[in-house]
């Protein structure tokens, strides 16, 4: 295990991010998730990115003992990063909590105490229950998130009311079975994660954040390639019921 573990902190926290030309979002972001206190690790994995990241990243290595970062050679994939991250977190690490979060301020690190207050094996940090917000969203993007979620969660029959959130907090156990049975390679990942969290009987909580839309840099959703990737998961699974 990665000797940097032995910090004084004893959280069993990390976080796990996954990154790709992010240079206007990092740094704050890792400065704020560092001056949360609960946090023992961060774990980056960078899709190559080209626009100076990675070199900020190392910067801040020199002041924080507790980040590291996987390099990967490209563009493989949402589903494929965190699928490798989990696999670095239960190598390296000997943690308890994993918080997954996206790298472009759009999940705020203030909400993670208040996630990690949960002791299911799922925690979402969901959109649509009550006390949740949205900010800066244009409707076609609300159209689109609330559509998929609707069609996987009926199709599926999945409880969940937030099955494509990318906020999330996982028990070790929970990193254990995605990490070993999950198979999709981009953003549908997030729905065959619940799904495989019902199918084994994992409990799972929702719990309400405010969501706010990068204000810089390009999202990495890509139009509708990522939503026909995940409605192409969905019906391969309806199919195998």
Not at 10 to 32: F, K, Q, R
Not at 80 to 88: C, I, M, S
Request: hydrophobic share 40%; charged share 25%.
């Amino acid at each position: 295990m990665i000797e940097a573990r032995k910090r004084g902190s004893s959280s069993g926290v990390i976080v796990l991010i996954p990154t790709y030309n992010e240079v206007d979002n990092i740094e704050p972001l890792i400065h704020s998730l560092e001056n949360q206190g609960c946090i023992e690790w961060i774990q980056i994995v960078d899709d190559n990115s080209t626009d100076g990241t990675l070199e900020i990243l190392s910067t801040l290595q020199e002041k924080y003992d507790n980040l590291f970062v996987h390099p990967r050679p490209g563009l493989l994939g949402l589903g494929t990063a965190l699928k490798d991250g989990f696999h670095l977190a239960l190598e390296n690490f000997p943690f308890k909590r994993l918080v997954q979060m996206d790298g472009d301020l759009s999940h705020d690190p203030n909400d993670i105490p208040t996630m990690l207050l949960s002791g299911a094996n799922v925690v979402i940090g969901s959109r649509y229950v009550l006390g949740s917000r949205i900010v800066g969203w244009s409707m076609y993007r609300k159209l689109m998130s609330r559509g998929a979620n609707f069609l996987a969660r009926t199709l599926l029959g999945l409880r969940a009311r937030d099955v494509t959130s990318g906020f999330r907090v996982y028990s070790r156990r929970a990193v254990e079975i995605i990490a070993e049975e999950a198979n999709c390679k981009g953003y549908e990942f997030q729905v065959e994660v619940v799904w495989l969290a019902e199918k084994w009987g994992l409990d799972i909580e929702e719990v309400p954040i405010t969501f706010t839309e990068r204000l810089r840099g390009k999202s990495k959703l890509r139009d509708l390639s990522e939503v026909k990737r995940l409605i192409t998961f969905v019906l391969k699974k309806v199919v195998s019921m």
